[in-house]
């Protein structure tokens, strides 16, 4: 019994033991690990320091294109009712505040060498206590780099191309286009399509059924005589409307008195749907004008919108026909 108690003495002190060796092991690791990082960021060098960027601006092909941070908010310089597409100023100005350098050039060969006396690019950043950088892009590396300066600067250095490739974006790829509801085709519930003079009503419903079966009606559930023999050209009409997305906004801040240019003085059709999203009914409304100059694309607008969006001729069009023979 002695021998017994003995050994279940010495096996939990040695399991302590093991314990405290892993504790150990795993803290000495962990130390290890934040060692290991602190010397790699130490031996990492930056060209720009910036803790909160309030504006950017940059050339490209002869345009200067002006942004500043305002309540939060990125606004284009040149017209505060531009639809900034704030994700894409945010990267640029996360990647000026700290720009990383793969390489500083010490005792290098002068600025024409690296294409920095003629730079293809400059990119003017401003923090939040008015201090200012200009950072200068020269010639690209044969490995997709990029040389770069500090404007009043004597050191070149060697930068990857993630600064050319934010700022090689013109003005409207940095528009931020009109969203429409996040919805599937089965969280609509109402449908009304109006072109001309002829209007084409469809409601949704559960049967009373067990199985909860879709059923689709024209005009009204109310009776069973409206009832539609078969829902699949409804269901691809909702799934087409769901996924309608807008490909281009000519125009972000539309007058009435424009509204003829694109064809929605008066609209050719009127597309109206209900959907239930998180347990309420909402309404969406997209009127449909004239063809673009390719006839790629219908002009549209959603009510009451400032924005004249393009969206493509063919899902349009099978929105708009998709119903047909019901």
């Not at 040149?78 to 100005?93: E, N």
């Not at 009109?178 to 409601?203: C, L, M, N, Q, W």
């Not at 559960?206 to 005009?219: A, N, P």
Request: overall charge negative.
């Amino acid at each position: 019994m002695m021998k017994k108690k003995n050994g279940l003495i010495y096996g939990a002190a040695a399991l302590a033991v093991l314990c405290a060796v892993y504790v150990g092991v795993g803290q000495y690791m962990d130390h290890s690990q934040k060692n290991t990082e602190k010397e790699k960021e130490a031996s990492r060098v930056y060209i720009t320091d910036f803790s909160d960027v309030q504006s950017v601006s940059y050339d490209l092909d002869g345009k200067q294109l002006s942004f500043t941070k305002k309540d939060g908010t990125w606004n284009y310089d040149q017209d505060d009712k531009f639809p900034v597409k704030q994700a894409k100023l945010d990267a640029i100005a996360s990647t000026v505040s700290k720009l990383e350098a793969v390489r500083k050039l010490d005792g290098g060969d002068g600025f024409a060498a690296y294409g920095l006396d003629h730079p293809i690019r400059s990119i003017a950043v401003t923090a939040a206590d008015s201090k200012t950088s200009v950072i200068l892009l020269g010639n690209a590396t044969e490995d997709g780099d990029y040389y770069a300066a500090i404007q009043g600067e004597d050191t070149p250095y060697l930068i990857s191309s993630s600064l050319y490739t934010e700022t090689d974006s013109k003005l409207y790829d940095l528009m931020a286009l009109e969203e429409f509801p996040a919805i599937a085709g089965t969280d609509i519930t109402d449908i009304t399509v109006t072109k001309g003079e002829d209007s084409r009503h469809y409601v949704k419903k559960k049967s009373d059924d067990e199985k909860d079966t879709i059923e689709w009606y024209k005009d009204s559930a109310d009776s069973q005589e409206n009832k539609v023999e078969d829902n699949s050209p409804l269901n691809v009409l909702a799934d087409s409307l769901s996924s309608l997305k807008v490909k281009s906004c000519p125009n972000y801040n539309v007058q009435d008195s424009q509204l003829k240019e694109y064809g929605l003085d008066q609209p050719s059709a009127v597309i109206t749907y209900t959907y239930n999203k998180n347990g309420k009914d909402e309404t969406f409304t997209l009127a449909v004008g004239s063809l673009n100059q390719d006839s790629s694309c219908y002009y549209t607008r959603t009510e009451n919108s400032v924005f004249i969006n393009e969206i493509e001729k063919a899902s349009i069009d099978k929105c708009l026909t998709v119903d047909k023979g019901i």
